[in-house]
């Protein structure tokens, strides 16, 4: 279990700009989708006025979830797989998973021509429909000493042996691909792509899922490996408090021990709920209107930046760089504003 760290004493003295040190608030916005929103064309003038002043710093790459671990301090070497599996278990029941844990998520594939695209995850799955179906797969690979767990509808788990040893790429770098190109990688590679293909026959004759087909719902055609490993050393974090929707967010947010919430619809409604003086994270995971990114959030914070209100702001946009801003940064004026999709 993760040792709860005490909130640090903020001694009350005025800063140079006359604000006192103890309010001061710090945030990190997570937005990894606006980057490739950027190549469509749009143009955000605040934003890219105010990323052309910033500062910028390397950052992860390799996706949203490396982006995370790097950004909660945890050591996990670049090239090595994110145990993934073990973090969110302990988000969705409560207790660490014993030994190495696969994720094993249901998702929606499509055959085209010689491919298999991966066209849908976080099916609306019921409880009921989930666990009818892993009670099946769980009959029909016990003498492999395979065990699958539906700890929620969207979210399977997997115990079987060599899974920390298995390589697969996460669920968010497959999705809308040809899973041809990803399949997991295991010694004894062609038994578990058997496996993998016996999963898909059992899924297709499934009885939760042919009704499902009849109410024109998608079926679960296939499940995702991936994400496998123990639970890491715990880190030790500065964030005084996490706001996301994201279910490995919040896991890392748990694990370390940070206090979590829900993100809140706009920064105005952000700017009104926080009240802990520190460093704060934000993640946006998917953004329904990229139009309105930059009313909902960036003139609030902008605005909030100019009044004291806020003393910093870093974007961290899925680019392999993070933006700094505070109010020294926006008064670089000399600085041209550049195109949204150059900058990211």
């Known amino acids: 279990m993760v040792e709860c760290r005490p909130l640090r004493f903020f001694v009350s003295t005025l800063d140079k700009d006359g604000y006192m040190a103890a309010e001061k608030i710090d945030l990190t916005l997570c937005v990894p989708g606006l980057s490739a929103i950027a190549k469509a064309g749009i143009t955000m003038p605040l934003l890219q006025r105010m990323l052309s002043r910033a500062g910028k710093v390397k950052s992860a790459r390799g996706g949203e979830e490396r982006l995370l671990f790097a950004l909660f301090d945890f050591s996990i070497p670049a090239k090595s797989p994110l145990p993934i599996a073990p973090l969110t278990y302990y988000l969705d029941c409560g207790e660490p998973a014993t030994g190495a844990l696969l994720r094993a998520d ?22 009921d429909e989930a666990e009818q179906m892993v009670e099946e797969l769980n009959g029909l690979f016990a003498e492999d000493g395979w065990c699958f767990t539906a700890a929620t509808p969207q979210r399977w788990y997997l115990r079987m042996p060599g899974a920390a040893q298995l390589q697969a790429e996460p669920l968010s770098q497959v999705l809308g691909k040809d899973i041809h190109q990803y399949l997991p990688r295991l010694e004894g590679a062609e038994t578990l792509h058997r496996s993998l293909t016996e999963i898909e026959m059992l899924l297709h004759a499934n009885q939760a899922n042919q009704q499902r087909q009849m109410q024109q719902q998608l079926p679960v055609t296939n ?119 150059t900058l990211l």
């Open 106 to 127: 249901p998702v929606y594939c499509q055959a085209s021509r010689n491919q298999v695209i991966m066209v849908a995850a976080g099916l609306d799955l019921s409880m």
């Open 223 to 341: 499940l995702w490996l991936w994400g496998g490993g123990e639970l890491p050393v715990p880190p030790v974090c500065d964030f005084v408090q996490v706001w996301s929707g994201d279910a490995l967010a919040l896991a890392l947010a748990k694990y370390a021990g940070v206090p979590r919430t829900d993100a809140p619809e706009d920064a105005a409604t952000w700017l009104q709920q926080q009240t802990t003086p520190g460093r704060h994270l934000l993640t946006l995971s998917s953004l329904e209107n990229p139009l309105e990114f930059e009313s909902q959030w960036m003139i609030p914070l902008a605005e909030a930046l100019s009044s004291g209100r806020l003393n910093s702001l870093e974007l961290q946009l899925g680019n392999g760089y993070g933006y700094r801003i505070n109010k020294r940064s926006q008064r670089r004026w000399w600085r041209r504003t550049k195109p949204l999709g």
